[in-house]
């Protein structure tokens, strides 16, 4: 049978199909088809036949004819020499060889790749198919190429939004811990993330990182443990147990509430223990308890000497340390500073002083703020000292020296002394002169030096009467005395402040000594040294 070979390969009859890994064995010498047609090989050892063949040769096939699809998907090295290809989805020969004609031929390959693809496809027969098998698949139809690519559709862009709706964003946000124009805080890994330099409250690098960040600590929300049987006070920074399985948590703390409230505003006003007499002046500190200062009931005169400690007397507001003024209430300090003898007026953010007649600001965001006036109280007040103590001089100089008022240690000198003094400082009554016309603007009570001079003499009216030359008196009780001598509603009280600084203007002139919060007369040989 003739042979036709193709130029690229030598078919070998006598090797087997499957022997692939062997190198291909070459024909010594090309091998020609006979002209007569009848298989007989011709070589050159051969004397050539030089009769003209019956019919033309047939043209040689090139590997250029055949159609792309056509071949197979790979061509191992020796296939072309043995005449067979080896299938990649069932690993079985096929032959490429026309069995009539002895020519290449692809009939059957393709016959068998239809036919291997469907069965395939359907699904492979047990143990038959391989993982090199499962792994490859048929090839597509020629056809399929020309299908159109699959259009991505594009992302809808985002509409802007305005920077209070960025804010917004970033406020309801329960990662957010903190945020601000070019940064956000954390809340999962506790750092500040950096936004974008050209926008404000931009969210795209926030979004990435919250992503980001719950990807590594997962969605879950973080677990708050909340207590219920107790709460912490923020006036008296206590816990309170409310719940006792009564059922009555809500109506304890309530109550609680009241009580730390009243605690508070007591601790602030220092309220003193009441003495309760039927003496005149309690009637009197009945009739004012309208006025501003909280007052108390004062004993005879006579007991005031034996009292030392100014503990128990009322203190005003304005004097309390500043944390504590700092839990009241904003109404709590606003009774505070309407107290404040120096205040004027007072409005929720600013103050008017009476010293240097200025507006003083306090905080826009606390209202009635009382450490911004107290810190203005104190400069003010140094300020305002000097010219205070010049007034008090000039006052003075028109009275006698205070020393003159003191006693004689005789009982008759001392009922003397008494008599002239009194009729110096205040005057003896005649038959036609009444109280009321004879203390008619006898006191300056509304300027500094009138209310100084009016100190003086009330401290000497004091250790003439009731008060011995060794006995001593506090800056609270002196207080105390000369706003219970004062009408009601009439006249600014005086305060702790004012009454010091009278003591100390008396200690410099050498009648009394001042030390602490005591004030005594000199005795008798310390005034002869």
Avoid at 188 to 211: Q, T, V
Wanted: aromatic content about 6%; charged content about 25%.
């Amino acid at each position: 049978m003739p042979i036709m070979t193709h130029p690229l390969m030598v078919v070998n009859p006598s090797r087997s199909p499957h022997q692939r890994d062997s190198p291909p064995i070459m024909a010594p010498k090309t091998s020609i088809l006979n002209a007569s047609g009848n298989g007989d090989m011709a070589t050159e050892d051969h004397p050539k036949n030089n009769s003209p063949p019956p019919e033309p040769a047939r043209r040689p096939f090139s590997a250029s004819s055949m159609k792309e699809n056509d071949l197979p998907p790979s061509i191992r090295e020796g296939e072309y020499e043995s005449g067979r290809v080896i299938c990649e989805v069932c690993e079985e020969g096929v032959s490429i060889r026309d069995e009539e004609t002895g020519g290449f031929s692809i009939s059957k390959w393709t016959a068998h790749r239809k036919s291997c693809a469907t069965s395939h496809v359907a699904g492979p027969p047990d143990g038959s198919a391989s993982s090199q098998s499962r792994e490859s698949t048929p090839l597509p139809p020629s056809n399929s190429l020309s299908a159109p690519p699959v259009q991505t559709q594009r992302k809808k862009r985002r509409p802007k939004r305005s920077e209070e709706e960025r804010i917004n964003f970033f406020r309801t946000d329960p990662y957010v811990a903190q945020f601000e124009a070019y940064r956000v805080l954390c809340a999962g890994c506790d750092k500040w993330i950096r936004l974008r330099s050209n926008s404000s409250y931009c969210s795209i690098p926030w979004e990435a990182h919250r992503k980001s960040c719950l990807a590594k600590k997962g969605t879950q929300k973080p677990t708050l443990k909340v207590e219920t049987d107790r709460r912490l006070c923020e006036n008296c920074d206590n816990w309170i147990i409310i719940d006792n399985g009564d059922g009555e948590a809500d109506a304890k703390w309530a109550q609680h509430k009241l009580d730390c409230a009243r605690n508070v505003l007591a601790s602030a006003h220092m309220a003193p223990k009441r003495h309760k007499t039927d003496s005149p002046t309690s009637e009197y500190d009945r009739a004012s308890s309208h006025r501003s200062r909280e007052r108390i009931e004062l004993p005879p005169l006579s007991a005031i000497s034996g009292i030392s400690s100014p503990s128990i007397f009322t203190t005003p507001s304005h004097a309390l340390p500043t944390e504590d003024t700092l839990r009241l209430s904003p109404e709590q300090r606003a009774k505070a500073l309407r107290m404040d003898p120096y205040l004027d007026e007072v409005e929720p953010h600013r103050v008017f002083c009476k010293l240097c007649q200025h507006w003083i600001p306090l905080r826009k965001d606390v209202h009635y703020y009382t450490p911004a006036w107290q810190q203005h109280r104190s400069k003010c007040t140094l300020v305002h000292r000097d010219q205070a103590r010049d007034d008090m001089d000039r006052s003075n100089s028109h009275l006698s020296p205070i020393s003159n008022l003191f006693p004689s240690h005789s009982d008759e000198d001392a009922h003397r002394t008494k008599r002239v003094k009194l009729s110096h400082v205040r005057g003896d009554l005649s038959d036609d002169e009444t109280p009321e016309s004879r203390y008619h603007g006898a006191v300056d009570l509304k300027t500094s030096g009138g209310r100084a001079n009016f100190i003086h003499k009330s401290v000497g009216y004091l250790f003439r009467t009731t008060y011995s030359v060794g006995d001593e008196i506090t800056i609270a009780s002196l207080v105390t005395y000369l706003n219970s001598a004062l009408p009601p509603d009439k006249y600014e009280d005086f305060d702790t402040v004012e009454v010091t600084r009278a003591a100390m203007a008396l200690s410099k002139i050498g009648s009394y000594v001042f030390e602490g919060d005591v004030l005594r007369p000199h005795t008798p040989s310390q005034r002869s040294r």
